[in-house]
């Protein structure tokens, strides 16, 4: 990919999570895989500016809550390092284009039924589970966020800053823990000039806010979906007849 087209589909990407919480690693693994960077490859180079965004997010918010920070740290952080570590070795034997395209589909079509998965996350014996499968899928997929966004919407309902005082917690420990993660397994594809784009995250973030203080998250979250679905449509098609 030339310079200018990594700079411009990064850019948008850094926008998009510093307003909605999510957004780098939802739509740029899909992305960066369909032209054809390796999964270590694009971990690396999303998983930094995800961290800076989701530190600047997690230590300006006013909203904290011990309860799930224990919760997400328990359950959460085993089974990601379990399913990245898998998907690392294995990667080279998998369509990662295509299986990726797949769940996105997947997690988006069915986090539209609210009602199933709010019963199923609201009951303290299920969440839990719930925080196990968040690591499991996100270390397989890098995809987990998403429904992270859509967890944190239901148990908070209205109160945006929490919501993303949850999101970017969430993002935070999981992105610390898939570099460190890539670093004992993956160490020969991680560039240094990535982390320029770090500049680029704080030029953009800030004037985002601006838009974040005026718009409807809660709204916003089925748009989400709803382009996630094409989205994973489009790569799934084009990633089948190139293959």
Request: charged fraction near 15%.
């Amino acid at each position: 990919m030339e310079l200018i087209n990594e700079v411009l589909i990064l850019a948008i990407l850094i926008i998009f999570q510093s307003i909605f919480g999510v957004g780098l690693l939802l739509f740029g693994t899909p992305t960066f895989l369909y032209f054809d960077y390796s999964f270590s490859e694009t971990l690396y180079l999303l998983l930094p500016l995800s961290f800076v965004i989701s530190l600047i997010q997690f230590t300006k918010s006013k909203q904290k809550e011990k309860s799930f920070i224990n919760s997400f740290n328990k359950f959460t952080v085993p089974s990601l390092i379990v399913s990245l570590v898998i998907i690392l070795l294995f990667q080279e034997l998998i369509n990662l284009k295509i299986f990726i395209s797949i769940m996105l589909i997947s997690f988006s079509l069915i986090s539209f039924d609210k009602k199933i998965f709010k019963k199923f996350i609201l009951r303290n014996s299920y969440k839990n589970i719930f925080f196990i499968l968040l690591g499991a899928i996100h270390g397989l997929t890098n995809l987990g966020g998403g429904f992270l966004a859509l967890y944190s919407n239901i148990i908070v309902k209205k109160n945006k800053d929490l919501t993303r005082y949850y999101i970017s917690y969430g993002y935070l420990v999981m992105v610390s823990v898939q570099l460190l993660v890539l670093f004992i397994m993956q160490s020969k594809d991680f560039n240094y000039n990535n982390l320029l784009y770090i500049l680029l995250v704080l030029i953009l973030y800030f004037p985002t806010q601006i838009i974040y203080k005026k718009i409807d998250q809660l709204k916003f979250a089925n748009i989400i979906r709803i382009i996630a679905i094409f989205y994973g449509l489009f790569i799934l098609i084009n990633s089948w007849s190139s293959s």
